[in-house]
């Protein structure tokens, strides 16, 4: 089995930026996010166990889930949030496992938002990098990027662990605040030692 890491931060913190460095230096890139989301588009392959639990209110015209109102839906209800998860979670691990096997690139990279989280995550890795970066700088930029307001922002960082949780699971950490240079520096450092961990000499 390849070499592999978890990499995680929150939302914003600049996992995507970070992904992409390392596939530069020729890291193959599995990103969950990615996954999750390929799962609800049009035909997408949770599409008909979503329709069969949630009914076609949840579908929009094009098959894809209408995801502004299944976000809704569970935010304030547990037990469709915990059906929701019971269908995209054993498809998101059985699609990560494939890409796994499928994607070129010396070592492993997944990209995973919530694996601080997640226990089982933990165990199928061999190492933890986290991106970490000041909360006012992720505020800033989720905003910008995705026009919610300050209080939606700072409202999913609340339902996420705190960058205090993420530091202790951590084995590294790139802190992705400022000069973009330095961090391409540092992603470079992390990418000789994580060829020399995964057996690989360098060229
Ligand atoms: P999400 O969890 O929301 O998907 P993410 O952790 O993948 O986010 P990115 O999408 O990589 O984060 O970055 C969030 C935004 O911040 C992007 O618009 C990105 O261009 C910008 N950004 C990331 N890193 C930096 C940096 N070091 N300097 C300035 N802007 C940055």
Known sequence: RRFSIGLTGGIGSGKTTIANMFAGYGAAI??????????TCPQGLAM???LSRFGAQFINPDGAMNRQRMREHVFSNPDARHQLEQILHPLIRQQTEQAAQTTPGLYLIFVVP?????GNWRQRVDRI???DCDEQTQI???IQRNHLSQQQVIAIMHAQATRQQRAEVADDIIFNDGDLH?????VFELHRKYLQLAGIPPD
């Open 30 to 39: 599995v990103d969950t996010d990615l996954i999750a989301h390929e799962l």
């Open 182 to 186: 330095l961090i391409r520096q540092h």
């Open 114 to 118: 919530l694996l601080t989280e997640s």
């Open 48 to 50: 008909p166990a979503i």
């Open 140 to 142: 800033q930029r989720v």
């Open 129 to 131: 990098l986290v991106i």
